[in-house]
């Protein structure tokens, strides 16, 4: 099993930044990637961001440029910076682990970011 909780979610005008947090623990050394999903009202869940093991990164095509994900391996630890906020960017913001003792990730609770025009 793999526990993960976010943090750093918030109120934000058009135009700033937040960094979230995702902290791992249980199961870690089974994790293959980490990324970072969003889901606004009445859409889809889409992937925002994601880094691998090996420190490989991809991103949406729509936060390329404004958004980095990093890693610190020592505390378990995955991060979404987003900068150059956008109201679009309002969502749900979840983070979600792929490993290789199941095949469908383990979720966290999700954390709100809202980006006021």
């Known amino acids: 099993q793999v526990q993960l909780v976010e943090s750093g979610g918030g109120l934000v005008q058009a135009g700033g930044s937040l960094r979230l947090s995702c902290a791992a623990s249980?199961?870690?050394?089974?994790?293959?990637?980490m990324g970072w999903y969003r889901q606004a009202p009445g859409k889809q869940r889409e992937l925002v961001a994601s880094i691998t093991n090996y420190g490989i990164t991809n991103y949406a095509d729509a936060v390329k440029g404004r958004f980095t994900v990093s890693r610190d391996t020592a505390k378990n630890t995955v991060y979404l910076q987003m900068s150059n906020l956008k109201p679009e960017d309002t969502a749900v913001y979840y983070c979600?682990?792929?490993?290789?003792?199941?095949?469908?990730?383990?979720w966290g609770q999700g954390t709100q970011v809202t980006v006021s025009s």
């Open positions: 249980g199961s870690i050394f089974s994790i293959n990637a």
């Open positions: 979600a682990a792929s490993t290789h003792i199941r095949p469908t990730n383990y």
